[in-house]
């Protein structure tokens, strides 16, 4: 059991649904959260400070650089640049200190290629080049697995490497521009339905498959891997679960009570056909992440409608 853990972006998307987790099942005095605003990551003896003064025993490593797809291809340079500073930094410092007993990072589903046949294995990560449109960010994450192997040869550093899928739920990035595909819709379709518009038009068929995983259920998983796990072979964490675009668009507009038409403007690009993560692994580890996608949409618009009206705190608008 852990003494000490410390949290990096513990206000970010994933870090708001862990921290509340981990303080109920190791108790609030065993867990420290911080942000950006506490450290600067990108500085090394900021790294250093911070664990000097945390004394963690354990480190969830949620700390990142990320962003939807505009602003990753505006600046991939950064992306890549933040996001490798970041991983190294954490892995360095925490290695060499040698009173780290496991160090939890994660990394994103879209560091497998962009060929990746679904339903995707962990076997594929380094089979081939990831989406070109985030490649600085995907690139840079996926070096998390060469760190977690490479501290444990040399230092005996227990890291182990989760990959959740698409994400969803409370304290997403809701903004017009960065936003990845559930809470733009989320918000796309409340805003059709507050102004009262009789169309939304939607780009493609709406045939494209994805796998969506309630950010509640990873969370959930976390002190299992910090108790439990000790191999940096990656696990992927997600639904393993199959949602056509249209359904997952016609489910959000049904529950924010959008009544209008959908227009599925098919002269627009599809993308990728299918993105589905094999979750295997996991459930050989007797894991699974159960919540049905209308009951965690729902528990997210709710959210985001409270929020939306209040402009609460973790609304990005």
Do not use: Y
């Given at each position: 059991m852990p003494d000490k853990i410390l949290v990096t972006g513990a206000t970010g998307f994933l870090g708001r649904h862990t921290v509340p987790v981990?303080?109920?099942?190791y108790g609030k005095d065993k867990v420290v959260g911080v942000s950006s605003k506490d450290y600067d990551l990108m500085d090394r003896a900021q790294v250093e400070k911070m664990f000097d003064d945390i004394q963690p025993d354990t480190v969830v490593h949620f700390a990142a650089y990320s962003g939807g797809i505009g602003a990753n291809r505006t600046y991939p340079g950064d992306f890549y640049y933040q996001n490798t500073i970041l991983t190294a930094h954490t892995f360095d410092v925490a290695a060499r200190r040698g009173d780290i007993k496991k160090l939890i990072y994660t990394m994103g589903g879209c560091s497998y290629p962009a060929k990746a046949t679904s339903p995707i294995d962990e076997s594929q990560l380094w089979q081939g080049y990831p989406q070109n449109e985030s490649a600085g960010y995907s690139t840079a994450k996926m070096m998390g697995t060469v760190a977690a192997k490479s501290y444990r040869e040399q230092f005996g550093l227990n890291g182990v490497v989760l990959i959740p899928g698409n994400l969803y739920g409370e304290y997403d990035n809701f903004t017009k521009l960065d936003s990845h595909v559930v809470p733009a819709m989320i918000r796309r379709y409340y805003e059709a339905?507050?102004?009262?518009?009789?169309?939304v038009e939607m780009w493609g068929t709406g045939k494209p498959q994805r796998d969506f995983v309630y950010a509640g259920d990873v969370a959930r998983l976390i002190p299992w891997f910090i108790e439990n796990y000790d191999s940096s072979d990656p696990v992927n964490i997600s639904a393993g679960r199959t949602t056509p675009i249209k359904e997952l668009a016609e489910d959000i507009a049904d529950l924010v009570d959008y009544k209008g038409e959908i227009d599925w403007d098919t002269s627009k690009p599809d993308g990728q056909m299918v993105k589905i993560f094999d979750t295997a692994r996991l459930k050989g580890l007797g894991l699974s992440c159960d919540t049905p996608l209308r009951e965690?949409?729902?528990?997210?618009?709710?959210w985001f409608a409270k929020n939306y009206e209040t402009r609460g705190d973790g609304l990005r608008l």
């Open positions: 981990l303080e109920q099942t339905q507050r102004d009262g518009l009789e169309k965690g949409l729902t528990k997210t618009i709710e």
